[in-house]
Protein backbone atom coordinates (compact mmCIF):
# COMPACT_ATOMS: atom_id res chain seq x y z
CA UNK A 1 0.00 0.00 0.00
CA UNK A 2 1.28 3.09 -1.17
CA UNK A 3 1.51 6.06 2.03
CA UNK A 4 2.15 9.58 2.41
CA UNK A 5 4.01 10.75 5.48
CA UNK A 6 3.96 14.19 6.71
CA UNK A 7 6.48 16.08 8.78
CA UNK A 8 4.74 19.40 10.38
CA UNK A 9 7.07 21.50 12.76
CA UNK A 10 5.33 24.06 14.23
CA UNK A 11 6.51 27.27 14.50
CA UNK A 12 7.96 27.74 18.36
CA UNK A 13 10.16 29.74 19.73
CA UNK A 14 12.94 27.56 21.15
CA UNK A 15 13.41 27.49 24.46
CA UNK A 16 16.07 26.92 26.87
CA UNK A 17 16.14 24.71 29.33
CA UNK A 18 18.87 26.25 32.53
CA UNK A 19 22.07 28.36 31.59
CA UNK A 20 21.57 32.18 31.08
CA UNK A 21 24.48 32.25 28.65
CA UNK A 22 23.81 34.56 25.75
CA UNK A 23 21.44 32.07 23.28
CA UNK A 24 22.10 31.44 19.31
CA UNK A 25 20.10 32.29 16.81
CA UNK A 26 17.26 29.54 16.85
CA UNK A 27 14.78 28.90 15.52
CA UNK A 28 12.15 26.01 14.42
CA UNK A 29 9.57 26.89 10.81
CA UNK A 30 6.75 25.33 9.80
CA UNK A 31 8.12 21.97 8.07
CA UNK A 32 6.47 19.81 5.89
CA UNK A 33 7.72 17.10 4.46
CA UNK A 34 6.30 14.49 2.42
CA UNK A 35 7.17 11.22 1.14
CA UNK A 36 5.82 8.43 -0.33
CA UNK A 37 6.48 5.36 0.08
CA UNK A 38 5.39 1.60 0.44
CA UNK A 39 5.64 1.52 4.12
CA UNK A 40 5.89 -2.26 4.40
CA UNK A 41 9.02 -1.97 2.72
CA UNK A 42 10.56 0.08 5.03
CA UNK A 43 11.59 -0.29 8.69
CA UNK A 44 12.58 3.30 9.83
CA UNK A 45 10.86 6.57 7.82
CA UNK A 46 13.69 9.37 7.98
CA UNK A 47 12.32 12.60 9.02
CA UNK A 48 14.72 15.98 8.39
CA UNK A 49 13.42 17.81 11.27
CA UNK A 50 16.36 20.11 10.92
CA UNK A 51 16.08 21.23 7.39
CA UNK A 52 13.82 24.47 7.58
CA UNK A 53 15.68 25.77 11.24
CA UNK A 54 17.58 27.86 11.86
CA UNK A 55 20.53 26.48 14.06
CA UNK A 56 24.35 26.53 14.27
CA UNK A 57 24.62 23.09 12.84
CA UNK A 58 28.08 22.46 13.34
CA UNK A 59 27.43 22.66 16.74
CA UNK A 60 24.85 20.09 17.06
CA UNK A 61 25.60 17.60 19.45
CA UNK A 62 22.65 15.57 20.04
CA UNK A 63 18.93 15.25 19.70
CA UNK A 64 16.49 13.13 21.37
CA UNK A 65 13.45 12.54 20.91
CA UNK A 66 10.61 12.08 23.66
CA UNK A 67 8.34 8.79 23.17
CA UNK A 68 5.62 9.28 19.87
CA UNK A 69 2.22 7.91 21.06
CA UNK A 70 2.03 5.91 17.74
CA UNK A 71 5.11 4.79 17.34
CA UNK A 72 9.14 5.26 17.89
CA UNK A 73 11.91 7.99 17.27
CA UNK A 74 15.30 7.48 17.13
CA UNK A 75 17.83 9.81 16.37
CA UNK A 76 20.44 8.15 13.76
CA UNK A 77 23.77 10.33 15.19
CA UNK A 78 25.69 8.89 12.18
CA UNK A 79 23.56 10.39 9.18
CA UNK A 80 22.41 13.18 11.40
CA UNK A 81 18.66 12.20 10.81
CA UNK A 82 15.51 11.53 12.88
CA UNK A 83 13.80 7.71 12.46
CA UNK A 84 10.32 7.30 12.87
CA UNK A 85 7.90 4.42 12.52
CA UNK A 86 4.75 3.77 13.21
CA UNK A 87 3.12 1.12 15.48
CA UNK A 88 0.59 0.43 12.73
CA UNK A 89 1.18 -0.08 9.22
CA UNK A 90 -1.20 0.71 6.28
CA UNK A 91 -4.69 1.56 6.85
CA UNK A 92 -5.39 3.62 9.22
CA UNK A 93 -4.60 7.83 9.40
CA UNK A 94 -3.58 9.66 12.24
CA UNK A 95 -1.38 12.49 14.06
CA UNK A 96 1.36 11.96 16.13
CA UNK A 97 3.72 14.40 17.84
CA UNK A 98 7.03 13.86 19.97
CA UNK A 99 9.40 16.65 20.99
CA UNK A 100 13.06 16.61 20.87
CA UNK A 101 15.36 17.86 23.13
CA UNK A 102 18.85 19.53 20.55
CA UNK A 103 21.86 19.83 22.77
CA UNK A 104 24.15 22.09 21.49
CA UNK A 105 27.57 24.02 22.31
CA UNK A 106 27.98 27.34 20.99
CA UNK A 107 30.91 30.11 20.90
CA UNK A 108 31.38 30.46 25.10
CA UNK A 109 28.67 28.31 26.63
CA UNK A 110 28.40 25.20 27.64
CA UNK A 111 26.21 23.12 26.95
CA UNK A 112 22.67 24.45 25.88
CA UNK A 113 19.18 22.48 25.63
CA UNK A 114 16.43 23.45 23.47
CA UNK A 115 13.00 21.36 23.08
CA UNK A 116 11.08 21.84 20.07
CA UNK A 117 8.21 19.79 19.02
CA UNK A 118 6.98 17.36 15.98
CA UNK A 119 4.44 16.54 14.20
CA UNK A 120 4.09 13.90 12.16
CA UNK A 121 1.02 13.11 10.20
CA UNK A 122 0.54 9.98 8.80
CA UNK A 123 -2.34 9.45 5.43
CA UNK A 124 -3.28 6.09 4.17
CA UNK A 125 -3.67 5.85 0.92
CA UNK A 126 -7.02 6.36 0.02
CA UNK A 127 -7.86 7.92 -3.29
CA UNK A 128 -11.30 7.46 -4.11
CA UNK A 129 -13.12 7.11 -0.77
CA UNK A 130 -11.54 8.86 1.65
CA UNK A 131 -13.24 10.22 4.67
CA UNK A 132 -13.11 13.82 5.48
CA UNK A 133 -13.95 14.36 8.81
CA UNK A 134 -16.77 16.49 9.64
CA UNK A 135 -17.88 16.64 5.49
CA UNK A 136 -20.64 13.82 6.16
CA UNK A 137 -22.22 13.94 3.10
CA UNK A 138 -19.09 13.63 1.14
CA UNK A 139 -20.07 17.44 -0.85
CA UNK A 140 -16.04 18.12 -1.15
CA UNK A 141 -16.99 20.73 2.04
CA UNK A 142 -17.88 20.92 5.90
CA UNK A 143 -21.02 22.75 6.35
CA UNK A 144 -24.33 22.99 7.17
CA UNK A 145 -25.78 20.27 5.48
CA UNK A 146 -23.69 17.83 6.91
CA UNK A 147 -25.77 17.61 10.35
CA UNK A 148 -29.16 15.89 8.17
CA UNK A 149 -26.87 12.66 7.57
CA UNK A 150 -26.36 12.46 11.21
CA UNK A 151 -29.53 12.91 12.35
CA UNK A 152 -30.64 10.57 10.07
CA UNK A 153 -28.62 7.79 10.77
CA UNK A 154 -28.21 8.28 14.52
CA UNK A 155 -27.43 5.83 17.14
CA UNK A 156 -25.80 3.58 14.10
CA UNK A 157 -22.78 1.69 14.76
CA UNK A 158 -20.12 0.09 12.58
CA UNK A 159 -16.62 -0.29 12.28
CA UNK A 160 -14.12 2.08 13.72
CA UNK A 161 -10.99 3.83 11.43
CA UNK A 162 -7.80 3.35 12.62
CA UNK A 163 -7.09 5.51 15.44
CA UNK A 164 -10.01 7.75 15.57
CA UNK A 165 -9.48 11.21 15.28
CA UNK A 166 -11.28 14.23 13.38
CA UNK A 167 -7.90 16.11 11.88
CA UNK A 168 -8.86 17.38 8.51
CA UNK A 169 -6.70 15.17 6.35
CA UNK A 170 -8.16 12.42 3.85
CA UNK A 171 -9.01 9.22 5.88
CA UNK A 172 -8.91 5.57 5.32
CA UNK A 173 -12.12 3.72 6.55
CA UNK A 174 -13.63 0.62 5.56
CA UNK A 175 -17.15 0.52 4.64
CA UNK A 176 -20.12 0.14 6.80
CA UNK A 177 -22.79 -2.56 6.48
CA UNK A 178 -25.09 0.44 5.37
CA UNK A 179 -25.57 3.68 3.20
CA UNK A 180 -28.05 6.51 2.82
CA UNK A 181 -29.65 6.48 -0.90
CA UNK A 182 -29.45 10.25 -1.90
CA UNK A 183 -31.10 12.05 -4.81
CA UNK A 184 -29.98 10.45 -8.18
CA UNK A 185 -29.30 7.37 -7.12
CA UNK A 186 -25.98 7.85 -5.05
CA UNK A 187 -25.35 5.93 -2.00
CA UNK A 188 -23.27 7.40 1.28
CA UNK A 189 -21.51 4.95 3.24
CA UNK A 190 -22.38 5.40 6.54
CA UNK A 191 -18.19 5.79 7.25
CA UNK A 192 -18.25 9.59 5.92
CA UNK A 193 -20.97 10.16 8.60
CA UNK A 194 -19.34 8.71 11.69
CA UNK A 195 -17.16 11.89 11.26
CA UNK A 196 -14.83 11.21 14.62
CA UNK A 197 -14.70 7.58 13.47
CA UNK A 198 -15.28 6.13 16.91
CA UNK A 199 -17.78 3.65 15.65
CA UNK A 200 -20.51 5.38 16.67
CA UNK A 201 -22.74 8.36 15.13
CA UNK A 202 -24.05 10.79 17.75
CA UNK A 203 -23.56 14.36 18.80
CA UNK A 204 -19.86 13.74 18.39
CA UNK A 205 -20.17 14.09 15.32
CA UNK A 206 -21.63 17.08 14.93
CA UNK A 207 -18.99 18.38 17.36
CA UNK A 208 -16.69 17.96 14.00
CA UNK A 209 -18.53 19.30 11.79
CA UNK A 210 -18.14 22.35 13.70
CA UNK A 211 -14.75 22.22 14.40
CA UNK A 212 -13.73 21.63 10.97
CA UNK A 213 -16.70 23.59 9.85
CA UNK A 214 -16.43 25.25 5.90
CA UNK A 215 -13.12 23.65 4.79
CA UNK A 216 -13.16 22.28 1.45
CA UNK A 217 -11.19 19.52 0.06
CA UNK A 218 -13.02 19.00 -3.58
CA UNK A 219 -14.72 22.03 -5.65
CA UNK A 220 -18.09 20.24 -6.57
CA UNK A 221 -21.25 22.22 -7.55
CA UNK A 222 -23.34 24.39 -5.50
CA UNK A 223 -26.10 23.05 -3.98
CA UNK A 224 -29.40 24.89 -5.25
CA UNK A 225 -32.48 25.67 -3.70
CA UNK A 226 -35.57 24.48 -5.12
CA UNK A 227 -39.69 25.84 -5.71
CA UNK A 228 -41.74 24.37 -3.62
CA UNK A 229 -45.14 25.18 -1.98
CA UNK A 230 -44.07 24.05 1.63
CA UNK A 231 -42.13 27.22 2.65
CA UNK A 232 -39.42 28.33 5.69
CA UNK A 233 -39.94 32.08 6.79
CA UNK A 234 -37.92 34.22 8.55
CA UNK A 235 -40.11 37.23 10.51
CA UNK A 236 -39.32 40.35 12.46
CA UNK A 237 -41.17 41.06 15.88
CA UNK A 238 -39.64 44.40 15.96
CA UNK A 239 -40.99 46.91 13.14
CA UNK A 240 -37.85 48.97 13.62
CA UNK A 241 -34.82 48.62 15.45
CA UNK A 242 -32.66 51.31 16.98
CA UNK A 243 -29.23 50.96 18.09
CA UNK A 244 -28.74 48.35 21.43
CA UNK A 245 -32.18 47.24 20.35
CA UNK A 246 -32.43 43.39 20.79
CA UNK A 247 -33.23 42.34 17.40
CA UNK A 248 -35.58 39.20 17.32
CA UNK A 249 -36.91 37.24 14.24
CA UNK A 250 -39.01 33.95 14.35
CA UNK A 251 -38.45 31.05 11.89
CA UNK A 252 -41.40 29.76 11.13
CA UNK A 253 -42.35 26.38 9.26
CA UNK A 254 -45.25 27.70 6.67
CA UNK A 255 -48.85 26.45 7.83
CA UNK A 256 -50.33 26.51 4.36
CA UNK A 257 -51.11 23.30 2.16
CA UNK A 258 -50.90 20.29 3.69
CA UNK A 259 -48.52 19.64 6.38
CA UNK A 260 -45.70 17.48 5.29
CA UNK A 261 -43.38 15.27 7.21
CA UNK A 262 -40.07 16.06 8.14
CA UNK A 263 -36.76 14.85 10.06
CA UNK A 264 -33.76 17.47 9.49
CA UNK A 265 -33.84 20.75 8.38
CA UNK A 266 -30.78 22.94 7.27
CA UNK A 267 -30.36 26.51 6.01
CA UNK A 268 -27.81 29.50 5.45
CA UNK A 269 -28.96 33.26 5.44
CA UNK A 270 -27.96 36.51 3.94
CA UNK A 271 -28.20 39.35 5.65
CA UNK A 272 -26.83 43.24 5.51
CA UNK A 273 -25.99 43.91 9.09
CA UNK A 274 -21.95 44.19 9.47
CA UNK A 275 -21.65 44.38 13.46
CA UNK A 276 -23.72 40.66 13.42
CA UNK A 277 -20.99 39.49 16.29
CA UNK A 278 -24.15 38.80 18.51
CA UNK A 279 -26.17 37.01 15.97
CA UNK A 280 -27.33 33.56 16.47
CA UNK A 281 -29.80 31.09 16.02
CA UNK A 282 -31.37 28.94 18.81
CA UNK A 283 -34.24 25.80 18.69
CA UNK A 284 -36.25 26.25 21.57
CA UNK A 285 -38.52 23.23 22.05
CA UNK A 286 -41.10 22.92 18.95
CA UNK A 287 -43.34 20.50 17.14
CA UNK A 288 -39.61 19.30 15.89
CA UNK A 289 -38.28 18.44 18.88
CA UNK A 290 -36.25 19.27 22.20
CA UNK A 291 -32.43 19.27 23.12
CA UNK A 292 -33.25 15.74 24.46
CA UNK A 293 -34.74 14.34 20.83
CA UNK A 294 -32.75 16.72 18.52
CA UNK A 295 -29.30 17.48 17.59
CA UNK A 296 -28.59 20.83 15.95
CA UNK A 297 -25.74 23.29 14.92
CA UNK A 298 -25.90 27.29 14.32
CA UNK A 299 -22.86 29.09 12.39
CA UNK A 300 -22.64 32.91 12.37
CA UNK A 301 -20.18 32.87 9.84
CA UNK A 302 -19.53 37.43 9.73
CA UNK A 303 -19.60 39.02 6.83
CA UNK A 304 -23.42 38.75 5.93
CA UNK A 305 -23.70 34.80 6.49
CA UNK A 306 -25.65 32.50 9.29
CA UNK A 307 -26.12 28.88 8.82
CA UNK A 308 -28.50 26.65 10.87
CA UNK A 309 -29.47 22.88 11.36
CA UNK A 310 -31.71 20.73 13.34
CA UNK A 311 -32.70 17.13 13.26
CA UNK A 312 -34.71 14.99 14.98
CA UNK A 313 -32.57 11.76 16.07
CA UNK A 314 -35.67 9.02 16.58
CA UNK A 315 -35.77 7.55 12.71
CA UNK A 316 -39.64 9.13 13.30
CA UNK A 317 -40.66 12.20 11.07
CA UNK A 318 -42.65 14.98 12.80
CA UNK A 319 -45.85 16.90 11.41
CA UNK A 320 -46.49 19.96 11.98
CA UNK A 321 -46.12 23.96 11.41
CA UNK A 322 -45.04 27.18 13.16
CA UNK A 323 -42.34 28.71 14.97
CA UNK A 324 -39.33 26.28 15.60
CA UNK A 325 -36.46 28.47 15.73
CA UNK A 326 -35.40 31.95 16.90
CA UNK A 327 -32.68 34.32 15.32
CA UNK A 328 -31.79 37.16 17.81
CA UNK A 329 -28.95 39.69 17.78
CA UNK A 330 -28.23 43.53 19.34
CA UNK A 331 -28.17 46.02 17.13
CA UNK A 332 -25.14 47.98 16.75
CA UNK A 333 -24.11 50.84 14.24
CA UNK A 334 -25.78 50.59 10.83
CA UNK A 335 -22.29 51.56 8.56
CA UNK A 336 -23.46 51.76 4.86
CA UNK A 337 -19.51 51.37 3.07
CA UNK A 338 -17.87 53.41 5.40
CA UNK A 339 -20.38 55.89 6.33
CA UNK A 340 -23.36 56.29 9.33
CA UNK A 341 -26.58 55.70 8.00
CA UNK A 342 -29.43 57.30 10.46
CA UNK A 343 -32.15 54.92 8.27
CA UNK A 344 -31.21 51.72 6.78
CA UNK A 345 -33.56 48.39 5.57
CA UNK A 346 -32.53 45.73 7.63
CA UNK A 347 -32.96 42.50 5.33
CA UNK A 348 -32.42 39.14 5.52
CA UNK A 349 -32.88 36.72 3.02
CA UNK A 350 -32.63 32.49 2.90
CA UNK A 351 -29.58 31.53 0.64
CA UNK A 352 -29.95 27.76 0.49
CA UNK A 353 -32.42 25.43 2.39
CA UNK A 354 -33.06 21.93 2.51
CA UNK A 355 -35.23 19.12 4.32
CA UNK A 356 -35.50 15.86 4.51
CA UNK A 357 -38.01 12.95 5.53
CA UNK A 358 -36.82 10.69 7.88
CA UNK A 359 -36.03 8.19 4.93
CA UNK A 360 -33.31 10.53 3.88
CA UNK A 361 -35.45 12.15 0.73
CA UNK A 362 -35.48 15.57 0.09
CA UNK A 363 -38.57 17.73 0.42
CA UNK A 364 -38.99 20.63 -1.36
CA UNK A 365 -39.02 23.54 0.24
CA UNK A 366 -38.24 27.63 0.22
CA UNK A 367 -36.81 30.16 2.25
CA UNK A 368 -38.67 33.67 2.41
CA UNK A 369 -37.01 36.08 3.97
CA UNK A 370 -38.02 39.73 5.77
CA UNK A 371 -37.57 43.04 5.70
CA UNK A 372 -37.04 45.78 8.96
CA UNK A 373 -36.28 49.04 9.24
CA UNK A 374 -33.39 50.66 10.96
CA UNK A 375 -34.15 54.25 12.65
CA UNK A 376 -31.37 55.57 14.87
CA UNK A 377 -33.49 59.50 14.58
CA UNK A 378 -34.50 58.44 18.68
CA UNK A 379 -31.11 56.58 19.79
CA UNK A 380 -29.24 58.94 22.39
CA UNK A 381 -25.42 57.60 23.74
CA UNK A 382 -27.11 55.52 26.12
CA UNK A 383 -28.39 53.19 23.82
CA UNK A 384 -24.79 52.71 22.32
CA UNK A 385 -23.64 48.67 22.43
CA UNK A 386 -20.25 49.10 24.64
CA UNK A 387 -18.01 46.34 25.16
CA UNK A 388 -16.92 45.71 28.49
CA UNK A 389 -15.56 42.92 30.68
CA UNK A 390 -18.19 42.37 33.17
CA UNK A 391 -18.03 40.56 36.83
CA UNK A 392 -20.71 38.98 37.50
CA UNK A 393 -21.02 35.15 38.11
CA UNK A 394 -22.44 32.16 38.46
CA UNK A 395 -23.10 31.86 34.58
CA UNK A 396 -24.84 29.23 34.12
CA UNK A 397 -26.95 29.70 36.69
CA UNK A 398 -30.01 28.01 38.76
CA UNK A 399 -30.72 30.49 41.63
CA UNK A 400 -28.94 34.09 41.38
CA UNK A 401 -26.99 36.26 40.01
CA UNK A 402 -23.87 38.26 41.22
CA UNK A 403 -23.02 41.24 39.75
CA UNK A 404 -19.97 43.87 40.54
CA UNK A 405 -20.88 47.03 39.89
CA UNK A 406 -17.59 48.62 41.42
CA UNK A 407 -16.11 49.76 37.98
CA UNK A 408 -19.38 51.01 35.88
CA UNK A 409 -21.51 53.21 36.84
CA UNK A 410 -24.50 51.77 35.91
CA UNK A 411 -28.22 53.29 36.06
CA UNK A 412 -30.32 50.62 35.49
CA UNK A 413 -30.91 46.59 34.89
CA UNK A 414 -32.31 44.59 32.60
CA UNK A 415 -32.57 41.06 31.66
CA UNK A 416 -34.77 40.05 28.58
CA UNK A 417 -35.37 36.76 27.03
CA UNK A 418 -34.48 36.02 23.48
CA UNK A 419 -38.40 36.65 22.60
CA UNK A 420 -37.51 40.14 23.98
CA UNK A 421 -39.98 39.96 26.88
CA UNK A 422 -38.52 42.13 30.00
CA UNK A 423 -37.66 39.43 32.73
CA UNK A 424 -36.85 41.71 35.48
CA UNK A 425 -35.90 45.34 35.71
CA UNK A 426 -33.63 47.19 38.29
CA UNK A 427 -33.07 51.22 38.71
CA UNK A 428 -29.28 51.34 40.43
CA UNK A 429 -28.56 53.83 43.04
CA UNK A 430 -25.80 56.30 42.56
CA UNK A 431 -22.46 54.07 43.37
CA UNK A 432 -24.32 51.36 43.60
CA UNK A 433 -21.30 48.37 44.17
CA UNK A 434 -22.82 45.28 43.33
CA UNK A 435 -25.92 43.79 43.52
CA UNK A 436 -27.59 40.06 43.84
CA UNK A 437 -30.50 39.17 41.40
CA UNK A 438 -32.58 35.82 42.14
CA UNK A 439 -33.39 34.04 38.93
CA UNK A 440 -34.85 31.00 40.53
CA UNK A 441 -37.67 28.97 39.32
CA UNK A 442 -36.89 30.46 36.04
CA UNK A 443 -37.39 29.15 33.28
CA UNK A 444 -34.24 27.21 31.91
CA UNK A 445 -32.35 29.05 28.82
CA UNK A 446 -30.33 31.64 27.44
CA UNK A 447 -30.88 35.09 28.46
CA UNK A 448 -29.64 38.97 27.61
CA UNK A 449 -28.51 40.67 30.66
CA UNK A 450 -28.56 44.56 29.86
CA UNK A 451 -26.82 47.85 31.99
CA UNK A 452 -27.55 50.83 31.31
CA UNK A 453 -24.71 52.96 32.04
CA UNK A 454 -23.73 56.70 31.42
CA UNK A 455 -21.29 55.59 28.20
CA UNK A 456 -23.54 52.85 26.90
CA UNK A 457 -25.33 49.81 27.10
CA UNK A 458 -22.94 46.34 28.52
CA UNK A 459 -25.18 43.25 27.17
CA UNK A 460 -24.30 39.80 27.96
CA UNK A 461 -25.69 36.32 27.92
CA UNK A 462 -26.51 34.22 30.80
CA UNK A 463 -27.76 30.73 30.98
CA UNK A 464 -30.32 29.48 33.37
CA UNK A 465 -30.35 25.85 33.88
CA1 LIG B 1 -20.47 18.20 3.22
CA1 LIG C 1 -18.72 9.01 15.82
Not at 94 to 110: A, G, N, P
Not at 396 to 424: A, C, F, H, V, W
Not at 426 to 443: A, G, M, V
Amino acid sequence: MVCCWVLHIPTLSAQPIGGTQTLPDIEAIDDTLYIATPIEAINFIPIDILANDILPDSAIVLILPSNPQYGLAHWDDFAKQMLYVPFEFGDSTFIDQFDYTIHICYVSSSDTLFTNTATVTIVADCETDCVWPGDTNNSGRANIWDVLPVGLTYGTEGPTRGVPNSFWIPQQANDWQDSLELEGNHFLNYKYIDANGDGKIDSFDVEVIDQNYGLIHAKKGVEQMEDADFAIVLDFLNDSVSIGDTVVANIILSESGDTTDIYGLAFSINHNVEDSGTMEINFPPSFIGDEENTISLQKNLGNGRIEAAISRINQQNTGGSGVFGVLTFIMEDFIDGKKKVASQDISFDFLEVRAVNSMGEVVPITGVGDVTVFDDTSTNIEDKVIDHILDFYPNPTDNYLYINLERIQGTSIEITNLMGEKMLHQTLTPHQKSIELSLKNWRQGVYLLQIKTKVGIIVKRIMVF
